[in-house]
């Protein structure tokens, strides 16, 4: 089994991931998984930790010679803040922060581990930890990639402004949205788009949106209909919404399938010319009772705004009770494009699970044949 795990405070010296279960034999270039870190770093709208962080990962374990060993997978990725930081930690002289963030993990997490400082919430549960998983994940494509398997992403809303009615080239729509900050491949958009974004920041608000990740070549078989926990789209949806700030997700037309009726929800099956049985629609978003069908995986996650806003939020003093103005925390006003990498990201990651599962082998060699 395909496992991950990630370590690292947001101000700390760095974030360190390991994957353990990765098969032997796997070619892993170390440029890719800088150029993904590098996506994840764009994007109208970030804040100014995307000025001072370079992400690049340093393989510490589990690759010798360009290729996978079996091993488990290190990789570390440097925290260039943490020089600013460094004397305050170690000298305890960070104040501590009492007051919680609304939208935060601040008060659960106060709660749940017994502390008397947000801050030791906040440096976990803070959204720099998802370069790690891009790391990772991108470690999963390159597995991925053996077996045809495409994944990409683009942003479809932003504050309320929508892309227009997008056609299912998913080729030119991948290509599309690399061509702009937002990742939307709608260009006609992206003009209101950053209208909006400039318009939160002026207010000191924040703005979140919609994204879709797609997975190409993904072969029928994956998952399972006998139990809750073996569903493609059960380990596909807690993927996504393991990611911070995301309170949605949907397969294919997902929520609107709710409002037609049942003839025009599911995708008739038709035969084709050379025996096989095609559809000529993808409602399901190429999962059918928690089975990928050869469809392409279609997948919609909704980013709330970012809970740190320059306008002041209400909150309550921990210790006094007393009503209380939490701090401003440097972020960015709008995040979905980088939610989008890491949504890739995690697809790639849940997917490679699944193959390694199906297909088992200790090797590439083993899973090839």
Not at 66 to 86: F, H, V, Y
Not at 189 to 194: F, L
Request: glycine fraction near 10%; charged fraction near 25%; aromatic fraction near 6%.
């Amino acid at each position: 089994m395909l496992r991950m795990l990630t370590a690292g405070e947001s101000h700390g010296p760095c974030l360190t991931v390991i994957l353990d279960g990765y098969p032997s034999g796997v070619e892993i270039d170390a440029e890719q998984i800088n150029l993904e870190l590098a996506r994840r770093q764009k994007g109208y709208g970030r804040g100014g930790r995307m000025s001072i962080e370079k992400d690049r990962a340093r393989i510490i374990g589990g690759v010798l010679r360009g290729k996978s060993t079996g091993a488990p997978i290190a990789l570390q990725i440097e925290n260039r803040d943490w020089a600013n930081w460094q004397e305050k930690w170690e000298n305890d002289s960070l104040e501590r922060l009492t007051i919680p963030r609304p939208g935060h993990a601040d008060l659960p997490g106060m709660v749940k581990y017994q502390l008397d400082d947000a801050r030791l919430i906040l440096e976990r549960a803070s959204a720099r930890e998802t370069a790690a998983r891009v790391a990772a994940g991108a470690v999963a494509r390159q597995l991925l990639r053996n077996f045809n398997i495409q994944i990409g992403g683009y942003v479809e809303e932003i504050g309320g402004v929508r892309a227009s009615a997008l056609a299912e080239d998913y080729a030119a729509l991948f290509r599309n949205a690399e061509a702009n900050e937002l990742r939307c491949p709608d260009a006609s958009a992206v003009t209101d788009m950053i209208k909006a974004i400039d318009k939160a920041g002026e207010e000191g608000e924040t703005l979140g949106g919609v994204f879709a990740i797609v997975a190409l070549g993904v072969p029928i078989g994956l998952g399972s209909h006998v139990q809750w926990d073996r569903r493609l789209s059960a380990k596909l949806a807690t993927a996504i919404m393991s990611i911070p700030a995301i309170k949605g997700v949907e397969f294919g037309d997902g929520f609107e399938t709710a409002r037609k009726w049942g003839r025009q929800a599911h995708d008739d099956l038709y035969p084709s010319e050379d025996g096989s049985i095609i559809r000529k629609t993808n409602h399901a978003g190429g999962i059918e009772g928690g089975i990928s069908n050869g469809e392409p995986i279609v997948i919609r996650a909704a980013m709330k705004p970012i809970a740190t806003t320059k306008a002041a939020h209400e909150s309550v003093d921990y210790f006094s009770r007393m009503a209380s103005t939490p701090i401003y925390q440097r972020s960015d006003v709008c995040a979905v494009p980088a939610a989008s990498l890491v949504g890739e990201a995690m697809i790639a990651f849940a997917l490679a699970q699944e193959v390694i599962e199906k297909f088992g082998g200790d090797s590439l060699a083993e899973m090839k044949r």
